[in-house]
């Protein structure tokens, strides 16, 4: 059988005991009580403070459509297939515009949708971008009443008109 | 085998007819899948006599995402973001086993420093995992203060894997060739200073709860699995190690860089208890967050500036042929089985052998005779993660 059983037998084991667990007890109560005073706090008061984020964060995606090429290389590298691409040929005759990097812009991008309810933000499709026009932004507060409000489409006006606060650097 | 509790011999009813029709039987509970003494959604359902528990069956599958299934229909790399949701308390160690593997069959030669990274990322996510084993099964047994010491540690290894990979939990950062991103010497030294911290905490923590008495009553002599016992089911890691048998596969089965390294194998020498028992198992596993401070400190010496990401081709595409690979992760070996059918860009099938199945099937073995309350010491004590045994 088990020897603290045992030890609770004998009389003396049995004060060796009590005297053993106060002692512990009364050690671990005193590095807690510690903490009243020596040591500072570790915790933020997240609303009205903000931890500043790493700048590899990944957060909520982002793709510059100005710079996108609709070349789908990020929606086969995903692993979830949470991107959604539609391109058309450009009117002949238009002038083809480039990217800041110098990729010419061959096709017209008429959809850009990403439902970030379903992404895993592993960043896959990010390091496959050739134009670097898809990246994490450090947008992490976007919750919506609807689950159709996680899809975000990238040629609407109002993301357009974020991208400032959006693209990083 | 040996429990606490030993019912005799039934006394022979002897009062009058009515109590005699009284009859007893078996009362059904079930622990889970919502109990927060299961780590997750493990539903256990134990027949109880009582308090006493006299049979304990885990029902699995609560938490199944057909992961198995789902990587045959992915490219080699969009499986790592799948394998790190297995056991999501290390991450780390998950990718590595599983790109070792596809590195093995794909012949990459990856980079030195990129190595000596993966070992530096898997130890430290060793020490958090190990963190969140310690204060998680101090809140079990009723201490809640060491949960927010381990966690206030957990979080410095979080920040730099953040920092370093860009999330905290699931991080794709170990992938086939090398590793994403380097690291910068800033971010090496602060590694170094939580080294140091580290092992004062760790100190703190065997004062304030591994030699504590009500823990060791709580811990010591419960939940024991002889070594027997262990090899039967397969156990492996600190289970294994806590039943007293030297089996690290970093030691005995060598991989990756670790014979470079010098380090001891924590065994359970049963100090306060019997060998085995739930308090060696947890005794195991707070040695081994100072053995991976080692392990830290000398990655450190040994780091030199080089190129992180070997050479590996745009689409990954693995010969005919199959793989079973094995790590030692905190909670014991994982293990891949990959088997590729040649010039495809999916894995044919991918089984993931894992330690935590084991050692929730290790579960009925050791409960009957147990006390509630000592049922979910054990159940703590073998540090069981549901994503990795439901996959």
Not at chain 1, 78 to 89: F, N, Q
Not at chain 1, 95 to 103: A, C, D, R, V, Y
Not at chain 2, 11 to 36: A, R
Not at chain 2, 286 to 303: D, F, G
Request: hydrophobic share 40%; glycine share 6%.
């Amino acid at each position: 059988m088990s020897t603290a059983v045992q030890d609770t037998n004998s009389f003396k084991e049995y004060f060796r005991g009590l005297f053993n667990g106060i002692s512990t007890t009364v050690k671990g109560m005193w590095i807690t009580f510690r903490y009243v005073w020596a040591v500072k706090p570790v915790s933020i008061e997240y609303p009205e403070v903000r931890e500043v984020l790493p700048e590899r964060a990944r957060m909520r995606l982002f793709n510059d459509a100005q710079n996108c090429i609709s070349c789908t290389q990020c929606a086969m590298a995903c692993p979830v297939d949470c991107i959604y691409i539609a391109s058309e040929k450009l009117p002949e005759g238009t002038e083809i515009k480039k990217t800041s990097n110098g990729q010419a812009i061959r096709l017209k991008l008429t959809q850009f949708t990403i439902d970030t309810a379903l992404c895993c933000y592993c960043g896959l499709c990010t390091t496959v971008c050739p134009t670097e026009c898809l990246t994490h932004s450090h947008d992490y507060e976007f919750s919506q009443y609807t689950i159709d409000g996680m899809k975000y489409d990238y040629l609407a006006a109002d993301v357009i008109a974020w991208r400032d606060r959006i693209v990083k650097a | 085998m040996q429990t606490r509790w030993d019912i005799g011999e039934p006394e022979k009813p002897t009062i009058n007819i009515e109590t005699e029709q009284l009859k007893s039987e078996l009362l059904t509970l079930n622990m889970g899948p919502q109990h927060p003494a299961t780590h997750g959604v493990l539903r256990i359902e134990i027949w109880t006599d009582s308090e006493i528990v006299a049979h304990a069956i885990p029902h699995l599958g609560y938490l199944h995402r057909c992961m198995e299934k789902h990587s045959e229909n992915l490219d080699f790399r969009g499986v790592i973001p799948f394998v790190d949701r297995l056991d999501y308390l290390a991450s780390m160690s998950m990718e590595w086993t599983y790109v070792a593997a596809v590195e093995k069959m794909l012949g990459t030669e990856v980079p030195r420093r990129a190595e000596l990274l993966r070992i530096l990322t898997a130890e430290l996510q060793r020490i958090g995992s190990h963190l969140m084993a310690f204060g998680t099964y101090a809140l079990d047994l009723g201490a809640f203060s060491p949960f927010l010491y381990a966690f206030e540690e957990r979080e410095k290894i979080l920040r730099l894997f953040e920092e370093v990979s860009g999330a905290r939990l699931l991080y794709n950062y170990i992938w086939v060739g090398g590793v994403w991103n380097d690291w910068t010497t800033e971010q090496l030294s602060r590694v170094s200073t939580f080294c140091d911290t580290m092992e004062e905490e760790a100190k703190k923590y065997h004062e304030l709860v591994s030699l504590n008495k009500i823990f060791v009553q709580r811990t010591a002599n419960v939940g024991v699995y002889s070594l027997q016992d262990c090899l039967d089911y397969g156990a492996s890691g600190p289970v294994l190690r806590g039943s007293g048998l030297n089996w690290d596969l970093r030691k005995n089965v060598p991989y990756s860089l670790y014979p470079e390294f010098d380090f001891d194998v924590p065994v359970g020498t049963g100090e306060l208890g019997q060998v085995g028992d739930c308090w060696n198992r947890y005794y195991v596993r707070m040695r081994e967050v100072v053995e991976s401070i080692k392990i830290i400190r000398q990655v450190l010496t040994k780091l030199e500036p080089g190129p992180v990401m070997g050479k590996v081709p745009k689409i990954i595409k693995l010969p005919k042929g199959e793989i079973y690979l094995r790590h030692e992760c905190p909670r014991g070996e994982l293990a891949f089985h990959l088997v590729s059918e040649g010039d495809a860009k999916q894995p044919y099938r991918l089984k993931v052998k894992s330690p935590c199945f084991t050692h929730v099937s290790m579960l009925p073995r050791v409960a009957p005779g147990q006390m509630i309350a000592d049922f979910v010491a054990t159940v703590g004590s073998i540090d069981i993660v549901l994503g990795e045994v439901d996959r």
